[in-house]
C-alpha cells in the first residue's frame, strides 16, 4: 500500500522559512512526478511546486524565486523549502505523486493527508 506522509509544518512568522518533507512507502520513488500542492480554507487546491524524474521543477508564480522542491530518492523523500513566507502562504500543504505513463497505475495519483503551514505574527 502506497502511503505519503508530509511533516513540516508549524506556526512561522512572515519573512521566515520552513521545510516540508513528504516520505513514501509503498512505492520506489524513481520516475515518479512529485508535487506540492496547497489548499487554503475557502479556496481551490491549488498546485505549487513539481519536479520529474529527471529532477526538473515548476513552480506557481505566487512561489517563484521563494520556494524550492527537492527530491531524494534514495531517502525516498521529497522537500519543500520554503523562503520569505507570507501570510498568503497559510494553507494545508500536500504531498502527490504521479505515476509514470509507462506504469500500471498511471492516471491514478497517490496523496498524502497534508501538514498545516500557518504563517502569521
Known amino acids: 500500500q502506497v502511503q505519503l506522509v508530509e511533516s513540516g509544518g508549524v506556526l512561522v512568522q512572515p519573512g521566515g522559512s520552513l521545510r516540508l518533507s513528504c516520505a513514501a512507502s509503498?512505492?520506489?520513488?524513481?520516475?515518479?512526478?512529485m508535487c506540492w500542492y496547497r489548499q487554503a480554507p475557502g479556496k481551490q487546491r491549488e498546485l505549487v511546486a513539481s519536479i520529474d524524474g529527471r529532477s526538473r521543477s515548476n513552480y506557481a508564480d505566487a512561489v517563484k524565486g521563494r520556494f524550492t522542491i527537492s527530491r531524494d530518492n534514495a531517502k525516498n523523500t521529497v522537500y519543500l523549502q520554503m523562503d520569505i513566507l507570507k501570510p498568503e502562504d497559510t494553507a494545508v500543504y500536500l504531498c502527490n505523486a504521479k505515476p509514470p505513463y509507462f506504469s500500471s497505475d498511471f492516471g491514478n495519483d497517490y496523496w498524502g493527508q497534508g501538514t498545516q503551514v500557518t504563517v502569521s505574527s
Open positions: 509503498g512505492i520506489r520513488l524513481i520516475y515518479e512526478t
